[in-house]
């Protein structure tokens, strides 16, 4: 499968030509909230195949100028099973692999932008011809691959599709798309199966244990029933060892890319 990512594709102008950005690469996580909450936004373009309204905006800020996306809370459609606010968990996701010092997603704030409230995550400059199935045959993309993989597990997320894996140009994978993450209910549906059945090594093993307590920063962003279950998750996969395997064929999302 070599289709690019439909979520992050690089805009054109009128002339069909890409747009050129500026874009943070590499820079101390620090920095890079500063200016994501601190820049001042404006509106670039809608970002295509989105379900939910997606911008693509460039953030003005003294330091260091860079494009982002904003997902504003109004511009979400309702979901049966989600409570509105889904740009919160994009904030939960953030804050999680922080605390579990995994770093594979991008750094995401909350921001009264143009459209509203919403989360603002910083652009990740990638190939976008690159994903999910044609980043694992690669064995160095293994260990940011596991780290998602285990990132998902214990967030629930229910649609980590091949294309929510982008391999940035300096070096390391990130996870996207986070916003159908953390119900109560288990409901994972991801296209990384490839590790069940391995054990998980003391460093991530470690990690994983260490988020049946929850990280404080957590209860801003999600329900209490939320934070028990992802205790829970964290705990039994703690115990168990290793990468599951997948239940039968069934949790998948679609489209997989």
């Given at each position: 499968?070599?289709?690019?990512?439909?979520?992050?594709?690089?805009?054109?102008?009128?002339?069909?030509?890409?747009?050129?950005?500026?874009?943070?690469?590499?820079?101390?996580?620090?920095?890079?909230?500063?200016?994501?909450?601190?820049?001042?936004?404006?509106?670039?373009?809608?970002?295509?195949?989105?379900?939910?309204?997606?911008?693509?905006?460039?953030i003005d800020h003294a330091t260091?100028?860079?494009?982002?996306?904003?997902?504003?809370?109004?511009?979400?459609?309702?979901?049966?099973?989600?409570?509105?606010?889904?740009?919160?968990?994009?904030?939960?996701?953030?804050?999680?692999?922080?605390?579990?010092?995994?770093?594979?997603?991008?750094p995401t704030v909350e921001r009264?932008?143009?459209?509203?409230?919403?989360?603002?995550?910083?652009?990740?400059?990638?190939?976008?011809?690159?994903?999910?199935?044609?980043?694992?045959?690669?064995?160095?993309?293994?260990?940011?691959?596991?780290?998602?993989?285990?990132?998902?597990?214990?967030?629930?997320?229910?649609?980590?599709?091949?294309?929510?894996?982008?391999?940035?140009?300096?070096?390391?994978?990130?996870?996207?798309?986070?916003?159908?993450?953390?119900?109560?209910?288990?409901?994972?549906?991801?296209?990384?199966?490839?590790?069940?059945?391995?054990?998980?090594?003391?460093?991530?093993?470690?990690?994983?244990?260490?988020?049946?307590?929850?990280?404080?920063?957590?209860?801003?962003?999600?329900?209490?029933?939320?934070?028990?279950?992802?205790?829970?998750?964290?705990?039994?996969?703690?115990?168990?060892?290793?990468?599951?395997?997948?239940?039968?064929?069934?949790?998948?999302?679609?489209?997989?890319?």
């Amino acid at each position: 499968m070599n289709a690019p990512s439909p979520h992050h594709l690089m805009p054109t102008d009128e002339d069909g030509e890409q747009l050129k950005l500026p874009v943070i690469r590499d820079a101390p996580v620090a920095d890079v909230l500063e200016v994501l909450r601190g820049g001042d936004i404006s509106i670039l373009g809608r970002m295509p195949y989105s379900s939910n309204a997606t911008f693509l905006v460039r953030i003005d800020h003294a330091t260091m100028p860079t494009a982002a996306i904003y997902k504003p809370e109004r511009g979400e459609r309702p979901l049966w099973d989600f409570p509105s606010g889904l740009y919160r968990r994009e904030i939960a996701a953030f804050e999680l692999s922080e605390a579990l010092g995994w770093h594979v997603i991008p750094p995401t704030v909350e921001r009264d932008g143009p459209l509203g409230v919403g989360s603002v995550q910083l652009f990740i400059d990638a190939n976008f011809e690159e994903h999910y199935f044609t980043l694992v045959a690669e064995d160095r993309h293994h260990g940011d691959l596991r780290r998602i993989c285990a990132f998902d597990l214990i967030a629930n997320n229910t649609d980590r599709k091949s294309g929510h894996c982008l391999a940035s140009r300096w070096g390391p994978i990130y996870g996207i798309d986070q916003g159908l993450c953390f119900a109560s209910d288990f409901k994972l549906r991801t296209v990384i199966w490839d590790f069940g059945g391995e054990p998980f090594d003391d460093e991530l093993g470690a990690a994983i244990g260490s988020a049946a307590d929850p990280p404080a920063e957590l209860a801003q962003w999600l329900r209490p029933d939320e934070l028990s279950a992802l205790a829970e998750r964290a705990e039994w996969l703690a115990s168990f060892g290793k990468f599951p395997d997948d239940d039968g064929g069934r949790r998948w999302p679609w489209p997989l890319v």
